[in-house]
């Protein structure tokens, strides 16, 4: 006779849930804790410490109502390890409440305040993180606090809107004898600002990301200025692979750990270009393909793979 789930002990069923409950839902399905709760009272209980574990918030209300929720309730209880934001409603994720768009900038104070409380409440137990936060009135100085919170488990993080880029100096200051904010954060993705040159210089990536090993920049669009740095810094990492010193903020260098380097460019059908922008774009364009043809000797030189999504030649210049 086979074993049969019903006999295994309470602490197997636990195990199970958790492996079940480890990575958050594809949007429209419900979370593995909200389906176990129908089933019966024991597995609903067995369930209940996962029952928070991913979170999908999108929208002032939504967020309103979720943050007083959980400063109810016990730090055990709450156990948020995948959280999802949104500063406005979106269509592709059921069962939330759709309002305006505009209402994020009508709230922006009060909306900026409950994502800040809600990051501070939940930072030190999230896995994995994703911020879409697209009003202009408060992103930068949102995303600028999200730099300075502590995650200590924080393994993959997303920002979407007008991000600043992430500082030491203001991770020392706030925290000089902490260390780097994001200790163990393993994959990062940028969107939001169309030409992040001096990213890889002034941000000091390879001090705030420590254990960085893939960096994702979307929405590439007339970003010349961003390819020639992202050049440079991968003909620095390569000749001097060996010799970085960590902790040194201001130069000009990749992440010492980083593997994979993905540049995404936006597509010439989102865009109003100008002629003049059509020629920064095609130089971009020329300046990636330059970086990309250096792939045959990534083995020789142990720079990270610089892979560009995008590249099409949808650019005619007159």
């Known amino acids: 006779m086979g074993l049969q789930l019903d006999n295994l002990p309470t602490e197997l069923h636990t195990l199970i849930v958790s492996f079940a409950c480890s990575s958050p839902p594809n949007f ?12 019966s009272r024991y597995w609903s209980s067995v369930a209940l410490p996962y029952k928070y574990h991913s979170l999908r918030i ?35 994720i059921p069962g939330e409440i759709y309002i305006e768009v505009d209402e994020a900038h009508l709230h922006a104070d009060s909306t900026k305040a409950i994502v800040e409380r809600l990051l501070a409440l939940l930072a030190p ?5 994703e911020l879409h936060l697209k009003c202009s009135l408060y992103s930068t100085s949102l995303f600028a606090s999200v730099w300075a919170l502590y995650f200590p488990q924080l ?33 990062l993705v940028l969107d939001g600002v169309s030409d992040p040159h001096g990213l ?33 810094a ?23 750990v980083l593997k994979s380097l993905v540049l995404s460019i936006a597509p010439v059908s989102a865009l109003r270009v100008t002629k003049r922008g059509q020629i920064i774009r095609a130089d971009m364009l ?25 590249f099409q030649k949808d650019i005619k210049v007159t």
Not at 209 to 230: I, N, Q, S, Y
């Open 28 to 39: 429209g399905e419900k979370s593995v804790s909200r389906v176990l709760a129908f089933v």
């Open 58 to 92: 999108a929208g002032p209300r939504a967020l309103k109502s979720v943050l007083a929720h959980l400063e109810n309730i016990s730090e055990q209880q709450r156990r948020v390890r995948h959280l999802w934001i949104a500063d406005r409603c979106h269509d592709s």
């Open 125 to 129: 137990s999230l896995y994995s993180l």
């Open 155 to 187: 393994v993959s993080l997303q920002v979407d809107g007008f991000y600043p880029f992430p500082s030491a100096l203001l991770t020392s200051i706030l925290a000089p004898m902490q260390g780097p904010n994001f200790l163990r954060l393993e994959h």
């Open 200 to 232: 890889l210089e002034l941000g000091a990536l390879d001090y705030i990301f420590p254990c960085l090993k893939t960096l994702e920049v979307r929405g590439l669009r007339c970003a010349l200025g961003f390819a020639k740095e992202v050049v440079a």
């Open 234 to 256: 991968v003909t620095r990492h390569a000749n001097s692979s060996d010799m970085i010193v960590t902790g040194a903020p201001g130069s000009l260098r990749l992440p010492r």
């Open 286 to 310: 020329t300046v990636l393909a330059s970086v990309t043809s250096q792939a045959e000797y990534r083995e020789v030189v142990r720079i990270p793979e610089v892979r560009v999504i995008g």
